[in-house]
């Protein structure tokens, strides 16, 4: 999706004159001019249709002021489509796009708790990134998602993740899984710390 010069307007045309359409906001997306896409993006807010089209121009955007733009649209619209659209981006080998994807999707429970199983399909790193998500998320299904990471999961890295999420998120419910979990994975003092540092602090509240 090549960026495009959108051609100038008619003389007659008054030059304040704000063109709003989304059809013509997605134009101007797509322009050579930055600030004609960050203000796209901008208006783009009050346009939830357009999540699929903002997140397809997040992919290819090279100015970070426009990126965080269309970050910013699309957090406000919040939408499935949006998060949908973002998910992939877990993937990104640009540590920007990707940590700007994960910020975002931490903003977006009942989005993101839709597609879990999606998350949780990809490799060692993007489980990982899907635990930072569901820890950061205010969503009552967050705990018990964890909880299955923790049962479920082979990588010690994505458990001991999801151990430190628990503990931020955990109650009474996850005394249990996270015990199992060292025996699942013994002689490894690192996570035995973290297990017993999460059981303290459910225990504490």
Do not use: W
Not at 103 to 122: C, N, R, S, W
Not at 131 to 139: S, T
Not at 160 to 169: P, T
Not at 175 to 188: K, Q, S
């Amino acid at each position: 999706m090549p960026l495009i010069k959108r051609t100038a307007a008619p003389a007659a045309q008054p030059a304040n004159d704000a063109r709003s359409s989304v059809e013509e906001l997605l134009i101007d997306l797509k322009s050579i001019d930055p600030s004609l896409r960050r203000g796209a993006a901008h208006k783009l807010t009050d346009y939830p249709q357009a999540a699929a089209e903002l997140c397809g121009a997040l992919v290819i955007e090279p100015r970070e002021s426009v990126r965080e733009s269309i970050l910013t649209a699309l957090i406000r619209i919040g939408t499935k489509p949006a998060a949908e659209g973002l998910l992939p981006l877990l993937n990104s080998e640009d540590p920007g796009l990707r940590n700007g994807a994960i910020e975002a999707l931490k903003t977006m429970p009942d989005a993101v708790a839709e597609h879990v199983d999606d998350i949780f399909a990809g490799s060692s790193d993007v489980r990982i990134f899907g635990v930072e998500i569901l820890g950061a998320l205010a969503h009552p299904d967050s705990p018990r998602l964890l909880m299955r990471i923790i049962a479920e999961d082979r990588e010690l890295n994505v458990c001991a993740a999801a151990v430190e999420a628990l503990a931020e998120c955990g109650d009474g419910a996850a005394v249990a899984p996270l015990t199992a979990l060292l025996e699942r994975f013994p002689d490894e003092p690192f996570l035995e710390f973290s297990v017993r540092a999460a059981l303290a602090r459910i225990a504490n509240g």
